[in-house]
């Protein structure tokens, strides 16, 4: 990780699960973080609870389905840093619901497709402008996942979280070759597909979690973030376009 140490890195939904196991491993190798969440407040909490870390992690408000406060936040990132090297688009939602709900659902679709592919477009867009400014080695991780691969047969949960997720693969790729053809060979772009994380997001809400865990195969935040980790510490000519992360015993 030494040759990132010092440089600056933003992850979008920082404020729990993966993004914030991501935001405090960076910072203890010494990378400078710029959390994004509507809730920065929990950011704010976990760092006043983390103490002092290498690098320094700091924390603001943007809502990544609003294009207004995306260019908000990257002004004011510009501002304090100039530019910027790494970029995590992991900021995601998912409803229990399903397409032909009889139920109005159509702002959860509206809500899946905003955050989960456009806002990754809108933070793309501001973090290439910034690394380009640096003039330096950029990565960009796209938290994508294996339902963005292979449809298993849920029909209660995948709605429109599935095709958001093709449409990040889809989206990796298309970045990598846009890259390519603007002659950078610099900045990477890696699809990171996990299976089943233990979040928030991942944890019915009327189960006790330790309970519900206890006979499932599932990885854990800091599981994701390692795998971050690995992605950085690769040589700066290789681009791993596309990894799957997978409990051990996963049955998907
Ligand atoms: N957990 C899994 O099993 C799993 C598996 C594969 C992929 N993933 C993906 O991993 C990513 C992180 O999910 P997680 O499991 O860590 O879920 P989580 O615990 O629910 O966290 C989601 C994060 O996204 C942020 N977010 C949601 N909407 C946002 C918006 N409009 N603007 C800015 N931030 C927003 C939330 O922050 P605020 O609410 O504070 O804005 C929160 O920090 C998602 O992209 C998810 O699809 C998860």
Known sequence: MEKWIGKV??????????????VKSLAKSGIHVVGLARRSEKVDEYVQQLGKTPGTIYSHKCDVSDLQSVKEAFKWIEEKFGFIHILINNAGVAYKMQILDEADVTEKIDSILKTNVSGLVYCTREAVRLMKKADD????????????????????????YAPSKYAVTAVSE??????????????????????????DMATPSNVDPDEYYATKSVLM????????NFLLETPVHVNISQLTIKPVGEQF
């Open 221 to 228: 935040p800091e599981d994701v973030a390692l795998t971050i």
């Open 174 to 199: 298309v970045l990598r070759q846009e890259l390519i053809n603007q002659n950078n060979q610099k900045i990477r772009v890696t699809n990171l597909s996990p299976g089943h994380v233990r979040t």
């Open 137 to 160: 080695y950029g990565m960009i991780v796209n938290v994508g996942s294996i339902v963005g691969h292979n449809i298993p047969f849920r029909p209660n949960s995948l709605n429109m």
């Open 9 to 22: 890195a933003i992850v979008t939904g920082a404020s729990a699960g993966i993004g914030e196991g991501i």
